[in-house]
T-cell receptor, first 115, second 110 residues
Framework: AQKITQTQPGMFVQEKEAVTLDCTYDTSDPSYGLFWYKQPSSGEMIFLIYQGSYDQQNATEGRYSLNFQKARKSANLVISASQLGDSAMYFCPHNVEEYGNKLVFGAGTILRVKS | DGGITQSPKYLFRKEGQNVTLSCEQNLNHDAMYWYRQDPGQGLRLIYYSQIVNDFQKGDIAEGYSVSREKKESFPLTVTSAQKNPTAFYLC?????????FGSGTRLTVV
C-alpha cells in the first residue's frame, strides 16, 4: 500500500526564519510524483510545489524548495523567510502511476509562525 | 477562469436522509476525485473517476455513491448508510503533474 508519513504533528517557527517540514513516502513504483499543499483554516487546498521521481534537480518555487532524497524516500519542504500568512496545515501527498495516479495523503503538519 | 466549483459550501443533513454534493470543473480534466477530511486529519479517498461513465471505489467508499455522466461533473451522494457523515468534503481534478481542488463542502448531521 502507498503511504505518506509526516512525523511532525505541529511546528513553530519565528517570523523571517526558515523551517523544514518532513515527509517520507513508501512506494516501490519507479514513476511517481510528490506534491506539497497548504491548507489554511478556510479549508482550501493551495498547491505549493511538485517533484517528479525522475527529476534530477530539487524543485523550487519562490520561498519554497523541496529537499528530495530519493534513496531515503523523503521529500522535505523548506520554507525560507517565514511569514505570518504561512500559518496553516501542510500536506505532502504523492501519486503513483501504477495505482491510477490517485493522490495519497498523510496526516499533515500544522505550522504556526510567531511574530 | 478555469477551476472547480463545489456546492453548497455548508450542508446540513437529518438522520436517515440522502444528500448530494455537487462538483463541477471547467479544466477539461479527465480524472476527478472525492476526498473526506475529518478535523485535524489528512484526506481520505472516497471515489475517483478517470473517464466519463467509469468510476472506482477509494479507501472509504461505504455509504457513498457517485456518478460521472459528463466530463465536467462528478456529484457525490452521502447515503443514509454512512453512519458518521459529518466531515469536510473536497473534490479534485487532474492527474500526474497537477491537481486542482474545489473549496469544499462542510457537511453536518443534525
Amino acid at each position: 500500500a502507498q503511504k505518506i508519513t509526516q512525523t511532525q504533528p505541529g511546528m513553530f517557527v519565528q517570523e523571517k526564519e526558515a523551517v523544514t517540514l518532513d515527509c517520507t513516502y513508501d512506494t516501490s513504483d519507479p514513476s511517481y510524483g510528490l506534491f506539497w499543499y497548504k491548507q489554511p483554516s478556510s479549508g482550501e487546498m493551495i498547491f505549493l510545489i511538485y517533484q517528479g521521481s525522475y527529476d534530477q534537480q530539487n524543485a523550487t518555487e519562490g520561498r519554497y524548495s523541496l529537499n528530495f532524497q530519493k534513496a531515503r524516500k523523503s521529500a522535505n519542504l523548506v520554507i525560507s523567510a517565514s511569514q505570518l500568512g504561512d500559518s496553516a496545515m501542510y500536506f505532502c501527498p504523492h501519486n503513483v502511476e501504477e495505482y491510477g495516479n490517485k493522490l495519497v495523503f498523510g496526516a499533515g503538519t500544522i505550522l504556526r509562525v510567531k511574530s | 477562469d478555469g477551476g472547480i466549483t463545489q456546492s453548497p459550501k455548508y450542508l446540513f443533513r437529518k438522520e436517515g436522509q440522502n444528500v448530494t454534493l455537487s462538483c463541477e470543473q471547467n479544466l477539461n480534466h479527465d480524472a476527478m476525485y472525492w476526498y473526506r477530511q475529518d478535523p485535524g486529519q489528512g484526506l481520505r479517498l472516497i471515489y475517483y473517476s478517470q473517464i466519463v461513465n467509469d468510476f472506482q471505489k477509494g479507501d472509504i467508499a461505504e455509504g457513498y455513491s457517485v456518478s460521472r455522466e459528463k466530463k465536467e461533473s462528478f456529484p457525490l451522494t452521502v447515503t443514509s448508510a454512512q453512519k458518521n457523515p459529518t466531515a469536510f468534503y473536497l473534490c479534485a481534478s487532474g492527474q500526474s503533474g497537477g491537481y486542482t481542488f474545489g473549496s469544499g463542502t462542510r457537511l453536518t448531521v443534525v
